[in-house]
Each structure stands twice: as structure tokens, then as C-alpha cells.
Nanobody, 123 residues
């Protein structure tokens, strides 16, 4: 069982940077693949990126590749989403999730979810 709590969202201007954090509690956090998803109003939840349990492998959606970076600190039980060069279309509620599928990109491949943190990017 894993519990996830996200933080770090807020209102920023286009071109700014923001770092989201997701802190986990529970068993065997370090062995879970961690994913980030986002959902804009009126739209489907979409995959953003994922990181392997070791932190050595990452995978990103094309829409954020080169701008966002996922990292994790298993000692602190925390995964991060560093968001650079933010665009208005990045505005969404961002969710972190834990699963067992390597680089899973679908919601049903993740077993545990955070409550979400809101990111708004002004043009």
C-alpha cells in the first residue's frame, strides 16, 4: 500500500519554471514505477512521463519532452517533476501515480494516485 501527496502547483507565467513534488508513504516505494499525469478542464487525463524504480530510466510524452524532467529520491520517498519553459497549454491538474509496469502510460497501469496539484500558466 502506497499513499501519495503532491505539492508545488501554482500560477506562473509562460516561460517560467515550476517543480512539483510527490511524497510517498507505505511499503516498497523504491520498487514502484512512478508516473505523472495531467488533466485539463473538459479533457481526458493524459500521460506526462514516468520514471523507473531506480531513477535511471525515464520516459516522456512528446508534448513535454525536452521541457520536463522527472527525478526521484528514494531516501526521501519523493518523486519530482521539474517543469521548464511552461506554456499555457500545460495548464492542468497534475497527478502522480505509482505502479508496477515499466514506463506505463495508461491510467489502469497505476495502482495508487495522489490528490492532484493545480498548475496554471498565464499567457
Amino acid at each position: 500500500q502506497v499513499q501519495l501527496v503532491e505539492s508545488g502547483g501554482g500560477l506562473v507565467q509562460a516561460g517560467d519554471s515550476l517543480r512539483l513534488s510527490c511524497t510517498a508513504s507505505g511499503r516498497t516505494f523504491s520498487r514502484y514505477t512512478m508516473g505523472w499525469f495531467r488533466q485539463a478542464p473538459g479533457k481526458e487525463r493524459e500521460f506526462v512521463g514516468a520514471i523507473s524504480w531506480s531513477g535511471s530510466n525515464t520516459y516522456y510524452a512528446d508534448s513535454v519532452k525536452g521541457r520536463f524532467t522527472i527525478s526521484r529520491d528514494n531516501v526521501k520517498n519523493t518523486v519530482y517533476l521539474q517543469m521548464n519553459s511552461l506554456r499555457p497549454e500545460d495548464t492542468a491538474v497534475y497527478y502522480c501515480a505509482a505502479g508496477t509496469v515499466m514506463f506505463g502510460t495508461k491510467e489502469n497501469e497505476y495502482h495508487y494516485w495522489g490528490q492532484g496539484t493545480q498548475v496554471a500558466v498565464a499567457s
